[in-house]
């Protein structure tokens, strides 16, 4: 079988039968459940903060030529290495980005119920899940989401109709918030494509084409706080198998990267975005931008709360590196495929994880290939 191929770090198991798990019940408890516990290999602590360069964008939104060429280089330098980058003055509403914050407070703080009415069944992209637990058995994380998608050229407002039909009239405000939140992510993703375009030497327009008529996942993050932070992780070890993540974190801050053989936290910066490489954008630039190994860690004294945009292609849309950059490469370093294959490999083959992308090529090339007569 195709799965016999996967490289063997992945040691999660899939849910068989057993209850949901859900963290904002634990929180005061000191003897964890064994399937929330962490083995030690996965909880080595940080040393220090990730070198990852400030971008301001002030200048670049005002057309400023000089803070156009200073952000493509800080771009290029970081994506190189490790992928992460921060922008200040992005041009996002403050008073939005607290709403958003807002009724995801909301959410998180209704009856499990409630919450329970999105629930994300298996192969779905979208949903409410708590640990994880409803797809798996074992290292499940210590949060809940709630993920929804907002496809780039549909007109009709699909966040706000996605909350509507899927938790009723009441969540309306919610949903009309988070479609304002995610237009504002698309938006501020195009022109983060315009300056990776300029950095990896393409004509400007060239990756905003190839993604405007993409759709891209929103998800909202709720780490409650935990007696014992040193066993659980919030999100475990994984490289994101999407393209380009928009992430605000709270100021409570747990976001870590690994890179050069250690572990570095990503401290919360007021009025900021990180931005980090997945591994669909990794594969577009030939391996050029690097995708890196990241997760979050929770603490015990307070609640933590993120929102994270992923930037897709369209679902049918073939990967592959542009001639610009394959003529100065050389070679192919990733073969032809589609978001939509990777994305269906996460939901029903594998657990997303630091390993994700080289299995999915794995498993891909072990499929039988259809013979032409």
């Given at each position: 079988m195709?799965?016999?191929?996967?490289?063997?770090?992945?040691?999660?198991?899939?849910?068989?039968?057993?209850?949901?798990v859900?963290?904002?019940?634990l929180?005061n408890?000191?003897?964890?459940p064994?399937n929330?516990?962490?083995?030690?290999?996965?909880?080595v602590?940080?040393q220090?903060?990730?070198e990852?360069?400030?971008?301001?964008?002030?200048?670049v939104?005002?057309?400023?030529q000089e803070a156009?060429?200073r952000?493509v280089?800080?771009i290029?330098d970081?994506?190189?290495?490790?992928?992460?980058?921060?922008?200040?003055?992005?041009?996002v509403?403050?008073?939005l980005?607290k709403?958003?914050?807002?009724?995801?407070?909301?959410?998180?703080?209704?009856?499990?119920?409630?919450?329970?009415?999105?629930?994300?069944?298996?192969?779905?992209?979208s949903?409410?899940?708590g640990?994880?637990?409803?797809?798996?058995?074992?290292?499940?994380?210590?949060?809940e989401?709630?993920?929804?998608?907002?496809?780039?050229?549909?007109?009709?407002?699909?966040?706000?109709?996605?909350?509507?039909?899927?938790l009723?009239?009441?969540?309306?405000e919610?949903?009309d918030?988070?479609?304002?939140?995610?237009?504002?992510?698309?938006?501020?993703?195009?022109?983060m494509?315009?300056l990776?375009?300029i950095?990896?030497?393409?004509d400007?327009?060239?990756l905003?084409?190839?993604?405007s008529?993409?759709?891209?996942?929103?998800?909202?993050?709720?780490?409650?706080?935990?007696?014992v932070?040193?066993?659980?992780?919030?999100?475990?070890?994984?490289?994101?198998?999407?393209?380009l993540?928009?992430?605000?974190?709270?100021h409570v801050?747990?976001?870590?990267?690994f890179?050069?053989?250690?572990?570095?936290?990503?401290e919360p910066?007021p009025?900021?975005?990180?931005?980090?490489?997945?591994?669909?954008?990794m594969?577009?630039?030939n391996g050029r931008?690097?995708?890196?190994?990241?997760?979050?860690?929770?603490?015990n004294?307070c609640?933590?709360?993120s929102?994270?945009?992923f930037?897709?292609?369209?679902?049918d849309?073939v990967?592959?590196?542009?001639?610009?950059?394959l003529?100065?490469?050389?070679?192919?370093?990733?073969?032809?495929?589609?978001?939509s294959?990777?994305?269906?490999?996460?939901q029903?083959h594998?657990r997303?994880?630091?390993?994700t992308?080289?299995n999915?090529?794995?498993?891909?090339s072990?499929?039988?290939?259809a013979v032409?007569?």
């Amino acid at each position: 079988m195709a799965s016999s191929v996967l490289l063997s770090e992945q040691k999660h198991e899939e849910r068989k039968d057993g209850e949901l798990v859900f963290p904002c019940e634990l929180g005061n408890e000191v003897e964890l459940p064994k399937n929330c516990v962490w083995s030690k290999e996965y909880l080595v602590q940080a040393q220090g903060q990730l070198e990852a360069p400030i971008v301001d964008l002030g200048g670049v939104l005002r057309g400023e030529q000089e803070a156009i060429d200073r952000a493509v280089e800080q771009i290029r330098d970081a994506c190189l290495v490790h992928g992460f980058f921060i922008v200040i003055n992005h041009g996002v509403d403050d008073d939005l980005i607290k709403k958003a914050y807002e009724r995801t407070d909301a959410y998180f703080k209704q009856p499990i119920d409630t919450k329970l009415k999105a629930y994300k069944p298996k192969g779905s992209l979208s949903g409410y899940s708590g640990a994880h637990s409803e797809r798996f058995s074992s290292n499940l994380t210590w949060k809940e989401t709630l993920t929804f998608l907002l496809p780039h050229d549909n007109p009709q407002p699909a966040v706000r109709d996605y909350f509507v039909s899927t938790l009723g009239q009441d969540f309306y405000e919610t949903g009309d918030v988070f479609q304002k939140y995610c237009e504002a992510m698309k938006e501020l993703g195009m022109k983060m494509m315009d300056l990776l375009s300029i950095s990896l030497g393409l004509d400007q327009m060239y990756l905003r084409d190839f993604f405007s008529d993409g759709c891209s996942l929103m998800r909202c993050n709720y780490y409650p706080f935990c007696q014992v932070p040193a066993e659980v992780l919030g999100t475990g070890p994984h490289r994101d198998p999407t393209s380009l993540t928009i992430l605000h974190q709270d100021h409570v801050g747990g976001l870590e990267v690994f890179s050069g053989d250690k572990w570095f936290t990503i401290e919360p910066l007021p009025n900021s975005f990180v931005i980090n490489i997945g591994d669909t954008f990794m594969a577009l630039t030939n391996g050029r931008y690097k995708s890196s190994r990241h997760r979050a860690v929770v603490n015990n004294q307070c609640d933590r709360r993120s929102l994270a945009f992923f930037i897709n292609p369209k679902g049918d849309k073939v990967v592959q590196p542009p001639s610009d950059i394959l003529s100065l490469d050389g070679t192919r370093n990733y073969p032809d495929f589609t978001w939509s294959e990777l994305a269906h490999f996460t939901q029903w083959h594998y657990r997303a994880d630091e390993f994700t992308f080289p299995n999915f090529l794995k498993f891909r090339s072990a499929k039988p290939q259809a013979v032409s007569t």
